[in-house]
């Protein structure tokens, strides 16, 4: 018996051959698809739960052409070849388990698209082993959460040029459009480079959310805003340079007031955060790879802090300064300032998020366009900002510029903010306000473009303890010193 569960909204699919299929149809899974039909895609659907593929077919049957499917094997016969069949389905083991099914039904040259949050080292392994049974492997970032996948995510697939020619064209098709009318989407690179693009971009949306939460903590405690105050503050800077997607939602979270109290949203909600694995992910790989990325780091620790209560309830009440809310004019000049210094620690953030980028193009030779993955994050996706533009612009202008601080604008950018920022953080430290984004980023800029650095000191001590080695700034080689001995110096 055909098993196939067509499209019941009383016809029958146009053609029984999908030009691409999605298997997994939870929240993404099902959005994506609908945007393939939506763009005049025949999608075949199939999911592990069957109900879920006729509750998609009966609630959005009518937006397209969907040929919905209750085994695997009537999924792939759906599809035209080469075969383009899409998983979203949890990132894990379930993501193997699919593979498995699907892999024995398909031949040489067809392509499977993993659009999960994967582990890009997991991508790495799926796409070895399936290209060695004559398959393509895709890991995709997507990033829009379900409304992006509905109406037009960011895209950032890996996997091979070859299959990217006969995937692209759908990509662009479904994705977001940039304010300039380009597609949100580029082939980022081999392997599990698209994966690794889209933990990155994650870590960077961690280190942007704490530095904005940073920002909202000193506009209510040293310049004394209400919640609504300070709405009016981000809808403000959302029309300036700070025009993003977050700071366009966190004006919408501040003015909400709570229905079942009256008190602000902002009030009532518990200030534990949580944190996914994308954002640890992100560190650990920095750690790895040694690329500092202490605002991402700081962010994650921000959140892993915010959840400790036992030990927040044991400290609460310790030694320290209560924040003297200022007023008037010297409470909007302060505002002012917290711009300034928001808008700097920013640019430190995707400065650091873009070197973890390169340093793992060049550690799996991935040969990754920094300008394309600026441009793809302009829409779409959750960091996206008008800020991406001048990302893209510069390594545009210069793909080797070896961090975005040598990038001339950022620079200047910089040396003009950087007087509120360092206000700001006197204010934040002198008044116990925490805002260890702001300081990560400040103390990255300074040690970056300190003219030495106490590095010095601790290879000292690394020789001493460990007879660990040094090298000095006037002779090429390796020195040890005898410093339990005569402290002479010996070349090793
Ligand atoms: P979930 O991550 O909640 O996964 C649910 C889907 O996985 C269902 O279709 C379920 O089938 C299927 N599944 C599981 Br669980 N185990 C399976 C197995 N062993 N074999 C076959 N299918 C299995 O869905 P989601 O929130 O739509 O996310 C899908 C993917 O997209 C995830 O990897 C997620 O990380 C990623 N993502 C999510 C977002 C977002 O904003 N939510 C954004 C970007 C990416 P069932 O119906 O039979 O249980």
């Keep these: 018996m055909d098993s196939a569960v067509h499209n019941e909204n009383g016809r029958l699919p146009m053609s029984t051959s999908a030009q691409i299929g999605v298997t997994g149809l939870a929240v993404m899974g099902r959005n994506l698809a609908r945007n393939f039909a939506r763009n005049g895609y025949a999608v075949a659907v199939h999911n592990r739960t069957a109900s879920r593929t006729r509750a998609l077919l009966e609630e959005f049957g009518d937006e397209g052409e969907f040929i919905g499917a209750e085994t695997a094997a009537d999924f792939v016969a759906a599809l035209e070849r080469p075969r383009r069949l899409v998983i979203m389905v949890k990132a894990g083991d379930p993501t193997d388990a699919v593979i498995e099914e699907f892999a024995p039904l398909l031949e040489d040259g067809d392509v499977i698209i993993d659009g999960g949050n994967a582990h890009f080292a997991d991508t790495r392994r799926r796409e070895r082993d399936l290209r060695e049974r004559g398959i393509h492997f895709v890991g995709t970032g997507i990033s829009g959460g379900e409304e992006g996948a509905l109406h037009g995510p960011s895209i950032m697939p890996g996997g091979s040029a070859e299959s990217y020619a006969s995937l692209g064209p759908m990509l662009e098709k479904i994705s977001a459009k940039a304010a300039d009318g380009a597609p949100c989407v580029t082939h980022v690179g081999?392997?599990?480079?698209?994966?690794?693009?889209?933990?990155?971009?994650?870590?960077?949306?961690?280190?942007?959310?704490?530095?904005?939460?940073?920002?909202?903590?000193?506009?209510?405690?040293?310049?004394?805003?209400?919640?609504?105050?300070?709405?009016?503050?981000?809808?403000?800077?959302?029309?300036?340079?700070?025009?993003?997607?977050?700071?366009?939602?966190?004006?919408?979270?501040?003015?909400?007031?709570?229905?079942?109290?009256?008190?602000?949203?902002?009030?009532?909600?518990?200030?534990?955060?949580?944190?996914?694995?994308?954002?640890?992910?992100?560190v650990q790989l920095a750690l790895e790879l040694g690329v500092p990325v202490s605002g991402i780091a700081e962010a994650v620790f921000a959140r892993s802090l915010s959840g400790h209560t036992a030990l927040r309830e044991a400290s609460r009440g310790l030694a320290g300064p209560t924040a003297q809310p200022l007023s008037g004019a010297a409470a909007d000049a302060f505002a002012d300032q917290v711009e300034q210094a928001l808008y700097a620690s920013k640019i430190v953030s995707y400065t650091q998020g873009f070197h973890e980028i390169a340093a793992g193009s060049a550690e799996y030779d991935w040969n990754i366009d920094l300008g394309a993955v600026a441009a793809i994050w302009r829409g779409g996706c959750i960091i996206r900002a008008a800020f991406l533009d001048r990302i893209r612009a510069a390594y545009d202008a210069r793909p080797d510029l070896p961090s975005?601080?040598?990038?001339?604008?950022?620079?200047?950018?910089?040396?003009?903010?950087?007087?509120?920022?360092?206000?700001?953080?006197?204010?934040?430290?002198?008044?116990?306000?925490?805002?260890?984004?702001?300081?990560?980023?400040?103390?990255?800029?300074?040690?970056?473009?300190?003219?030495?650095?106490?590095?010095?000191?601790?290879?000292?001590?690394?020789?001493?303890?460990?007879?660990?080695?040094?090298?000095?700034?006037?002779?090429?080689g390796s020195f040890h010193t005898l410093w339990s001995e005569d402290r002479s110096e010996v070349q090793v």
């Design 190 to 282: 081999p392997d599990g480079a698209g994966h690794f693009v889209k933990m990155v971009h994650n870590g960077i949306e961690y280190a942007d959310m704490q530095l904005i939460a940073e920002a909202y903590q000193l506009l209510r405690d040293v310049a004394g805003y209400s919640p609504a105050q300070i709405a009016e503050v981000f809808r403000t800077w959302n029309t300036g340079r700070l025009d993003s997607y977050l700071i366009e939602i966190t004006a919408e979270v501040l003015s909400h007031v709570d229905a079942a109290t009256g008190k602000p949203f902002v009030d009532v909600v518990a200030d534990q955060a949580e944190q996914k694995g994308t954002g640890r992910w992100t």
């Design 404 to 476: 975005l601080l040598a990038d001339e604008t950022f620079a200047t950018e910089i040396a003009e903010a950087q007087h509120d920022w360092r206000a700001v953080l006197g204010a934040a430290t002198s008044q116990g306000v925490p805002t260890p984004g702001f300081a990560a980023a400040l103390a990255y800029y300074d040690s970056l473009r300190a003219d030495r650095l106490p590095a010095a000191l601790t290879q000292g001590q690394r020789d001493y303890f460990g007879a660990h080695t040094y090298r000095r700034t006037d002779r090429e």
